[in-house]
């Protein structure tokens, strides 16, 4: 199974003849909605049209059955500042959707941000099939004892499929999720960014998941999930000077919907604090994914089972993987890590203990920045011979195609990891490396 194009996702999003309402969110303030549910959205009490604010279009889009689209608009700051945690109408705090939803930016022009400026988190999916297409989502916390989980979205078990595309998610805070909190059973993140999330722990003595927390099943592609981190926990009683923050970029334990799946593919993890992925339970995939230079792990297993294929794991700042041993491993598919440590050395296709040579994290081009091999890499046409469902993705993280035939001796076959380095950048030789 290869991941959904993200492009593919686009289009539909934008082609689709939209049933339903369409409101534009033209006023960066934050008002609601005062009549939700008689088809306009209009912060003035009287019936008909009228200025719109996102919070308002969504109390709107709630009230109105069946799915609905909000359009925002070019370099529009909508910022958050009607406090209130822990209201579920939208109302107050966070904006809570409850209904099929899509919030979508795919004009020219500067990113939207949607704030939460500290106030609370800033999406609550409560309910309903949501997309959110091509805006910042910043500024969220959820760090109080009324808002744990979820700094930028909570999606709750009762959701429908959520959809995360071209979106970049940074700079918010939580106890479980700093980013993203998912106890739905069909979540996906495709062609985004995770930067800059934080996990702190004010009232939850184990905080985790400064990228994401995962309760539910998800899938991420196209994507990069970079320097996020946790702060050490600042409980009261808390013994001062003996607690390690122990951060996951994303941190998965099976509960909420779905059986705790977590599939990866075409991405890139960087620089995180702490371990890049943590499992404590359920299945993952990990498909042509590079993870690289994170403080602590790259992959830390507890329980359940992983399928890895065409996956680079290396120079992470412990170690590349601590898996323990009644973890089930599926992981003789051409992966490559740089310190033996992911119980790859069994397998004949695996390349372990080599320095892949990777250079930083950069903008290459494509929707998300990634880390290229240097020329000379052994994962350069070293990766899976096979299209299927266990070996090459047939393009990268880039959305370029895969395999190229980058060595010129006539096989094409794909590079380990998430990057398939094309020909044209045979000069490509900078001097740093991870
Ligand atoms: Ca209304
Ligand atoms: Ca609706
Ligand atoms: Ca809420
Ligand atoms: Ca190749």
């Known amino acids: 199974m290869h991941a959904r194009l993200p492009i593919a996702i686009v289009l539909a999003a934008a082609c689709v003849v939209a049933r339903g309402a369409t409101f534009t969110a033209n006023q960066e303030a934050d008002l609601p909605d005062l009549i939700p549910g008689n088809g306009f959205c209009n912060v003035f009490p009287q019936p008909g049209a009228g200025p719109c604010t996102l919070r308002a279009a969504i109390m709107e889009t709630n009230a109105l059955a069946g799915a609905d689209t909000i359009d925002l608009l070019a370099g529009f ?5 009607r406090e209130g945690q822990g209201d579920d109408t939208a109302a107050l ?16 022009g500067e990113r939207p941000v949607v704030s939460a400026a500290g106030i609370d988190r800033v999406f609550d999916v409560i309910a309903g099939n949501v997309t959110l ?54 979540t996906r993140v495709s062609g ?39 702060v050490p926990i600042s409980l009261p009683d808390a013994p001062s000077g003996t607690f390690t923050p122990t951060a996951n970029a994303i941190d998965s334990e099976p509960l909420g919907a779905g059986s705790g799946s977590v599939r990866i ?6 620089h995180n604090t702490g371990t890049a992925i943590n499992i404590d339970g359920g299945d993952l995939e990990l498909s042509s994914v590079t993870i690289a230079g994170n403080t602590e792990r790259g992959l830390g297993m507890s329980d359940g089972s992983v399928l ?9 700042g412990l170690a590349d993987c601590a898996i323990a041993g009644g973890v089930a491993t599926d992981t003789n598919r051409y992966n490559l890590d740089s310190d033996d440590s992911c ?28 880390i290229w091999p240097a020329p000379n890499s052994v994962a350069i046409d070293h990766g899976h011979p096979l299209f299927s469902a266990t070996g090459c993705e047939d393009d990268d993280q880039s959305l370029a195609d895969r395999p ?20 044209d950048v045979i000069f490509f030789e900078p001097f740093d490396r991870i």
């Not at 995962?214 to 996020?228: A, D, F, Q």
């Not at 190229?404 to 020909?423: M, N, P, S, Y």
Request: glycine share 16%; with cysteine; net charge negative.
């Open 133 to 186: 297409l091509g805006f910042t989502i910043s500024g969220g916390a959820a760090t109080s004892a009324a808002a744990t989980s979820g700094g930028g979205v909570l999606v709750r078990s009762g959701a429908g499929s959520v959809d995360f595309i071209l979106m970049q998610v940074s700079g918010n805070t939580a106890e479980l999720g700093g980013g993203l909190y998912n106890a739905g059973a069909d």
């Open 93 to 108: 705090g966070d904006l809570d959707i409850s209904d099929d939803l899509t919030i979508r930016f795919f004009a020219s």
């Open 343 to 370: 119980a790859l050395s069994g397998g004949g296709s695996n390349h372990v203990g080599v320095d892949p040579q990777l250079t930083p994290l950069a903008d290459h081009g494509g929707p998300t920045p990634t």
């Open 77 to 81: 700051h909508y910022t958050l500042d």
């Open 308 to 316: 890895m294929h065409n996956t680079m794991i290396a120079h992470n």
């Open 192 to 230: 985004s960014v995770f930067r800059n999330n934080i996990f702190r722990g004010d009232s939850t003595a184990t905080p985790s998941g400064s990228a994401i927390r995962n309760r539910g099943n998800l899938e991420v592609s196209y994507s990069v999930i970079h320097h996020n981190s946790g």
């Open 265 to 270: 593919a075409n991405t890139t993890f960087f």
């Open 404 to 423: 190229v035939d980058f060595d010129g001796d006539g096989a094409a076959l794909c590079d380990i990891g998430a990057v398939e380095l094309q020909g």
